[in-house]
């Protein structure tokens, strides 16, 4: 089975603090993705990445950035957390994108800043 | 990509089969049917997807009308894990805004003991 694992499941922060969200899956998988989830907003992309340095925005970059030095491991940060980042954080990985191919999750991270 | 609607709500009971309804009307002929779940407080978990055929996995089958306008996600024996948000969804085969996934509103399934 697909395995997508996020560091944390719960994070408190403070605003202004600079924090990292990592991802990592093991599957090989080309496609990385980062989305926010909110009650009534849904699932939103923040960032994607086809291959290993590669990068796209997603709907919502605003604050983020991301990196991926290896395959495996995508990392989501927040340079300066704010209240409006409260969120739960969502990573997964698909072989490639499009419609025949499906993608897996992680178990998200619920972050809270105060 | 294109539209679907589903109940906002279901329910079951254990044991028991579930057909999840969905109609996508304005599907097109590259589109792929997905079906994703969502338990409280966890991350969404891939289900099913197919074309045109139906399809069959270890989790579900997924049943997909002639004309394409409709498809139902089919639990053969509900359980308590079953208890979700369920997601129907289309994607092109191109992998336009590079593969992102937008879910709509859902079903909520209630499986009772």
């Known amino acids: 089975d697909v395995k997508v694992t996020q560091s944390s499941r719960y994070l408190v922060k403070r605003t202004g603090e600079k924090v990292f969200l990592e991802c990592v899956q093991d599957?090989?998988?080309?496609?990385m993705f980062w989305y926010r989830q909110d009650p009534g907003l849904g699932l939103r992309l923040i960032y994607f990445?086809?291959?290993?340095?590669?990068?796209e925005k997603g709907d919502i970059p605003e604050g983020y950035s991301v990196s991926r030095e290896k395959k495996e491991r995508f990392s989501l940060i927040l340079e300066s957390a704010s209240t409006n980042q409260t969120s739960m954080y969502l990573c997964?990985?698909?072989?490639?994108?499009?419609?025949?191919?499906?993608?897996?999750f992680g178990p998200g991270t619920r972050l809270t800043v105060t | 990509d294109a539209k679907t609607t589903q109940p906002n709500s279901m329910e079951s009971n254990e044991e028991e089969p579930v057909h999840l309804p969905c109609n996508h009307s304005?599907?097109?002929?590259?589109?792929?049917i997905h079906w994703y779940r969502q338990l409280p407080s966890q991350g969404p978990e891939y289900v099913i997807h197919?074309?045109?055929s139906n399809v069959n996995n270890r989790m579900a089958s997924l049943a997909i009308a002639e004309d394409r306008k409709s498809s139902t996600l089919i639990l053969h024996r509900a359980t308590l894990r079953d208890a979700a948000v369920y997601y129907c969804?289309?994607?092109?085969?191109?992998?336009?805004?590079?593969?992102?996934?937008?879910f709509g509103q859902g079903t909520i399934l209630t499986v009772h003991p």
């Open positions: 197919g074309l045109t």
């Open positions: 990445s086809y291959d290993v340095k590669m990068k």
């Open positions: 997964a990985s698909s072989l490639l994108a499009g419609g025949p191919y499906e993608q897996y």
């Open positions: 599957m090989d998988h080309e496609n």
């Open positions: 304005t599907i097109s002929g590259t589109d792929y």
């Open positions: 969804i289309l994607r092109g085969a191109g992998g336009t805004s590079y593969g992102k996934l937008t």
